[in-house]
């Protein structure tokens, strides 16, 4: 069966990623796209308001900015289509409105598109458990270009709670410790950002501990990696029944 994808963010660099390996999968054809220009490079319609698609598709895959989203959202909801959601640096308030959509249509949302990202939280949250009643303290360090505009990555959030779920949710996320004049709470997550040059993706959980120091680091080196996931996670909620979903979601379904 082809699979007819909405392509929200058409005109952003992962869209031309999803895009390109679009046209390389003989399953699935983008039926329309959706951003705030068209500029009349791609080969399908482009729309400028979201509310004016009237295009038929089976599944929406978002990759553009956080106000975007909102629209996203209820073009979503009135339409009762599954939604692939990969745009981070969401409020609070968009996260509750995507667990409400989550009511009435199948949703996808992860901070990170990655099959070995999803493998490295389960390895951070098994680590946490170990290390964090031993003393270990925890930082991250996340290294992204020079165009990202939101810091933290929603993939350092994810890693962060990945070790507060394990912690019973006990830990203060510390993302600048410049205004702070006293010594490192054992309660807390650090979290950094690093921007700079062409950097893909670069996230790492430290767990330092007394005379011994545990590292774990994933490294992108193509934006592909996200493109080949948002694309699995589409075909994955074609047919799904309303809920929320992840990655580890598609990850099982693809292990069998």
Known sequence: ??????????NGYMGRVIESLAAEDPDIEIAAGIDVVDDGTHNFPVFTDINACDVTADVVIDFSVAPAV?????????????VVICTTG?????????????????????GNMSLGINALLSMVKKAARVFMPAGFEVEIIEKHHNRKLDAPSGTALMLADAVNDASDEKMEYVYDRSGRREKRSSKEIGISSIRG????????????????????THQATSRAV????AIAAAKFLVGRRAGLYDMLDVVAVQGG
């Open 90 to 110: 969401l409020s609070d308030e968009q996260i509750s409105s995507i667990d409400i959509l989550s009511k009435n249509v199948a949703v996808l949302r992860s």
């Open 70 to 82: 909102d629209g996203l959202i209820s073009f979503c909801e009135e339409r009762s289509l599954p």
């Open 1 to 10: 069966m082809m699979i007819k994808i909405i392509l929200h963010g058409a």
């Open 226 to 229: 996200f493109g080949n996931g």
């Open 197 to 216: 040059g062409n950097i893909v993706g670069i996230h790492e959980v430290m767990f330092a501990g007394t005379d011994e120091i545990l590292t774990f």
